[in-house]
């Protein structure tokens, strides 16, 4: 293994922080840089064919890249491989195979699976909407069955390739165990979504996860400024990952990986940070007569869920610091209603019966001072509704 940024050893087990500054840094000393370069190539010179033609064919049978330079940009890309080094290193897996959003790396993730005759899947609610809509829609010739984590091993099927949970669960923060879930999947690959939690909170491959996905947009880029996702899993899925985005071309742009590379080293830092602030805002949300109900995960993060007893159209139109936007993870507040936006998408029946209440506002804790953040949501709450008060426009 190559030597780190800074000349120590790979092989001493370094802490987390160490590593989110340091892991896919390596090799940079050695070629007299200090950040990593962006390589924007598309294509690769070689005037020998014959290696050229070997090279595809190794790449072809197994995902495996090549030493040297990538032949093509949709094979593989330096800035990004190490972004995906990082990742891999931070969720304590061996790879990690980058994608343009979330959601390619979760449609290739169900690509690789039909491609392999196994297209049922078994998925708990409540996921991200879009993933919920991925899945109940069938758009890539998958079949779900949806079920809670006791009822995963009946729901089981010979076809079945894939489980699918989220935790904590976006948007109402439902938590499963994870260790438990594992068990119940026997043989079947179960992807966890880890995009709330991060692996400063939490790393579901050492639960028995076998699959690790991101939205990189989020926490991994910090900044509301990069749109990517990833994979974190063995080498063996992530060369049949590395396959899928070659042939459907869901690349992330090295910018993009740059910027998620740079995202990581601050990650501990930020998630610890925005998660203390999100702790004392929902203890406050909860000593609140205008809210109904907080949902907070015993794991902690920076999500906070609550329900209002008032119009949440109307307190999402009073924030003047907090951001009304949907997204999460960056550094400023950011608060949006999940039927209306992030879990539209989603059946209104089927969005109920996950727990995703008309009332409900979901709100990603950014780095502002925490006494700023409660004045602007106590004021955006508003003086009224300590009662329910009905809701008479258009919310399903
Ligand atoms: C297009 S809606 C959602 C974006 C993002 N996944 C979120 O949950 O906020």
Known sequence: MESSSNGAADTVRRALATEAVHAG??????????TPPIDLSTTYPSHDSRDEAARIDA????????????VYARLGNPTVARFETGLARLEGTESAVAF?????ALSAVLLARSAAGLR????????????DHLLTAGLLGTEVTWTDPAGITDALRPDTGLVLVESPANPTLAEVD???????????????????ATPVLQRPAEHGARLVLHSATKYLGGHGDVMAGVVACDEEFAGQLRLIRFATGGVLHPLAGYLLLRGLATLPVRVRAASATAGELARRLAGDARVARVHYPKLGGAMVAFEVHGDPHE???????????VSLGSVDTLIQHPASISHRIVDTADRHDAGVGDRLLRLSVGLEDSEDL???????LGERARVPVPLHEAVN
Do not use: K
């Open 178 to 196: 994870i260790r438990a879930v594992a068990h119940s999947c026997g043989t079947v690959p179960l992807l966890v979504d880890n995009t709330f």
């Open 100 to 104: 343009a959003s979330g959601m390619a």
């Open 315 to 325: 307190v999402i139109s009073r924030v003047r610091l907090i951001t009304p936007a």
């Open 120 to 131: 049922h899947v078994v998925a708990v609610r409540p996921l991200y909407g879009c993933s």
């Open 374 to 380: 409660w004045a602007d949501l106590s004021g955006a």
């Open 25 to 34: 840094r390596e090799g940079l000393t050695a070629q007299g840089l200090h």
């Open 59 to 70: 790449f072809a049978a197994e995902g495996i890249l090549p030493e040297g330079p990538p």
